[in-house]
């Protein structure tokens, strides 16, 4: 898949929308069952509630240690929605960002990573920490190696 990958990268803006969200520490190993269980716990409050997703899930990394993740991740949502004791009323991530659209598993994510890393310094530009990846093809519906996920590093404004 990296043979075909063209990541094309730039400096976006990004506007917060509400959203709910779980904010929680894991591994990246254990990410996978956790976001499935916690995307299907926010859709059934929502459900509940009688609303729906406005977007595509996401999921924000506070840092990249692969063994000690800070992750929050959710659903943007309407300004009516609300959350509970573990699902909180959050908003999506505003301000600029490097970013691209990666297609392929989501373990295969490394070069999307780098081309972003490449353009923040190649353009003097001061990076966050902060990941954030929002995932725009429904896995059920979607072989792992056609899913799209729109990858951004938060920057840091001058």
């Known amino acids: 898949m990296e043979s075909e990958c063209q990541l ?5 803006d990004l506007v917060a929308v509400p ?3 779980i ?10 069952p956790l976001f499935d269980a916690g995307y299907r716990d926010i859709l059934q409050l929502l ?12 999921a924000r990394y ?5 063994n000690e993740l800070e992750i929050e991740f959710g659903y ?5 929605a609300m959350g509970d004791d573990r699902i909180v009323k959050s908003s999506t991530l505003s301000g600029k960002a490097a970013s691209c659209l990666y ?32 995932y725009l093809d429904d896995p059920a519906l979607t072989p792992s190696d056609r899913r799209r996920t729109q990858v951004h590093l938060l920057l840091r404004e001058a």
């Open 76 to 80: 943007p949502v309407d300004d009516n």
């Open 23 to 32: 904010r929680t520490r894991t591994s990246m190993q254990k990410s996978a």
């Open 103 to 134: 297609t392929g598993c989501c373990d295969g994510m490394e070069p999307a990573y780098e081309a972003l890393l490449m353009l923040v310094f190649s353009k003097g530009l001061n990076f966050t920490g902060d990941a954030y990846e929002i």
């Open 62 to 66: 506070f840092n990249m240690n692969m």
């Open 8 to 12: 094309v990268c730039e400096v976006k």
């Open 47 to 58: 459900s509940k509630q009688g609303r729906y997703p406005v977007g595509a899930p996401f």
């Open 19 to 21: 959203a709910l969200s």
